[in-house]
């Protein structure tokens, strides 16, 4: 089992900034994949950016520049790093877990709401 417990979620001003937060605990593999999805009302899930344990990033074309993933592998931990945000980036923001081996098991954190308001 593996759990996901994020924070940093909140309301902030157009422009504005926040930092969001995911501790992952349990039976931890270490070799993986962790970042953020996130969902807006009537929209489909989408991916904001990974690393995986190796260093390895992507993001959405839509926050590169804006947002930065970092991890702290030591403690199980991901960070994202948002600045200028937009309106559009409101969304309920979920952490991400997947193992890098056969069965690629993926957990879910229970999902923070940023919302921008312009």
């Known amino acids: 089992q593996v759990q996901l417990q994020e924070s940093g979620g909140g309301l902030v001003q157009a422009g504005g900034s926040l930092r969001l937060s995911c501790a992952a605990s349990?039976?931890?593999?270490?070799?993986?994949?962790m970042g953020w999805y996130r969902q807006a009302p009537g929209k489909q899930r989408e991916l904001v950016a990974h690393m995986t344990s190796g260093g390895s990033t992507n993001y959405a074309n839509s926050v590169k520049g804006r947002f930065t993933i970092s991890r702290d592998n030591a403690k199980n931990t991901v960070y994202l790093q948002m600045d200028s945000l937009k309106f559009e980036d409101t969304a309920v923001y979920y952490c991400n877990y997947r193992r890098l081996v056969v069965p690629s098991y993926d957990y879910w954190g229970q999902g923070t709401q940023v919302t921008v308001s312009s």
């Open positions: 349990g039976n931890i593999f270490r070799v993986n994949v």
